[in-house]
């Protein structure tokens, strides 16, 4: 891992799941980690229930736009974490992967959306505190 470490979020749509872990991780790093975050199949819009529930916890996911995870984003992120998306993503030696089984906000009201958006805030601190322990 370099000293900066990177790491990716990967949902189906990169419009939920991977923009909330990927906006908790920009906010509680500081900048000492670089964020990234992609999509098998990247929806035309970032989930606005996703985005409200992000805003009650003063982050701004609204500006992002989903896109296409890609193999150098793969490649090049020394943690990748996927959320329901199968084995879509591409497997290097040496890169650390997790599955994280989240409920897809999709469709979900705010009330619904705001135990994904609690649960995706735990992993994401429990994962900094690794990658930085020192800072943590």
């Known amino acids: 891992m370099t000293d900066t470490p990177t790491v990716l979020f990967v949902c189906i749509h990169n ?4 923009q909330m872990a990927a906006g908790y991780m920009r906010a509680l790093s500081g900048g ?13 819009q970032i989930n606005p229930v996703a985005i409200a529930a992000m805003a009650e916890e003063g982050i701004d996911i ?14 090049d992120s020394d943690v990748v974490i996927t ?9 290097f030696p040496g890169k650390r992967y997790e599955d994280w089984e989240l409920v897809d906000p999709k469709g979900k009201s705010i009330d619904e959306v705001r135990p994904i958006r609690d649960d995706i805030k735990a ?3 429990a994962l ?4 930085l322990p020192a800072t943590a």
Do not use: H
Not at 32 to 44: F, I, L, T
Not at 83 to 91: E, K, L, Q, S, Y
Not at 128 to 131: D, N, R, V
């Open 15 to 18: 419009a939920g799941r991977s």
């Open 32 to 44: 000492a980690v670089e964020v990234r975050s992609g999509g098998s199949e990247p929806g035309d």
């Open 62 to 75: 609204s500006a992002g736009l989903p896109q296409l995870m890609t193999t150098e984003q793969v490649r």
């Open 83 to 91: 959320m329901g998306c199968g084995d879509v993503c591409p497997i």
């Open 123 to 125: 992993r994401v601190e």
């Open 128 to 131: 900094l505190a690794e990658l």
